[in-house]
């Protein structure tokens, strides 16, 4: 199974809004709504942002979003904060039982 | 407060074997799926394997089938990976997470380190 694209960075000021982009295929990210995205921190574990697509579990912000068209989910981040500087990672259902990853994505804040 | 705590990486040597452990606590074992998700220090996480909450079914990456063994004791709370014929590519960071039910991963430990090296 091969990984999920992510662009390897974005960048964006304080205050801003930002979106990642994650593409797969018709036989994972296009195929099932069990896209989530994940935060982490240097030296620390992932963190679940946003799961089904479009849900957030409880205790995490509105400002960050989720969506999909096609094979493509998005992320993004509104009102970018210092705290929001981390990598990225979106995740997919591939069927059978099986999941696979994006590659990550590193998000600069300037 | 849901925890989850691995244990027993280390230094082993290629062809070697280790076992991982993820003890947890906060939550009801039994009910949740379980998974195991690698991390090569500085790269991208990688989904290992999965079992289901009574531990009949199992499923793994491609790159690990027939040689790792995901397992749970659900009277000890805590799930296990058993690592055999390691190779250098196997030296990660190993994280284990529960399935939230809808095919993500909402809550992790703080992972453990292997090394494959002779």
């Known amino acids: 199974q091969s990984a999920l694209t992510q662009p390897a960075s974005v960048s964006g000021s304080p205050g801003q809004s930002i979106t990642i982009s994650c593409t797969g295929t018709s036989s994972d990210v296009g195929g099932y709504i069990y896209v989530s995205w994940y935060q982490q921190h240097p030296g620390k574990a992932p963190k679940l942002m946003i799961y089904d697509v479009t849900r957030r579990p409880s205790g995490i912000s509105n400002r960050f979003s989720g969506s999909k068209s096609g094979n493509t989910a998005s992320l993004t981040i509104s009102g970018l904060q210092a705290g929001d500087e981390a990598d990225y990672y979106c995740s997919s259902y591939t069927g059978s039982s099986t999941w696979v990853f994006g590659g990550g994505t590193k998000l600069t804040v300037l | 407060e849901v925890q989850l705590v691995e244990s027993g990486g280390g230094l082993v040597q290629p062809g070697g074997s280790l076992r991982l452990s993820c003890a947890v606590s906060g939550f009801t074992f039994s009910s949740y799926w379980m998974h195991w998700v690698r991390q090569v220090p500085g790269k991208g996480l990688v989904w290992v394997s999965r079992?289901?909450?009574?531990?009949?079914?199992?499923t793994y990456a491609d790159s690990v089938k027939g040689r790792f063994t995901i397992s749970r004791d659900n009277t000890k709370n805590t799930l296990y990976l058993q690592m055999n014929s390691l190779r250098a590519e196997d030296r990660a960071v190993y994280y284990c997470?529960?399935?939230?039910?809808?095919?993500?991963?909402?809550?992790w430990g703080q992972g453990t380190l292997v090394t494959v090296s002779s």
């Open positions: 079992i289901n909450n009574d531990g009949i079914t199992t």
């Open positions: 997470a529960r399935d939230g039910g809808s095919g993500s991963f909402d809550s």
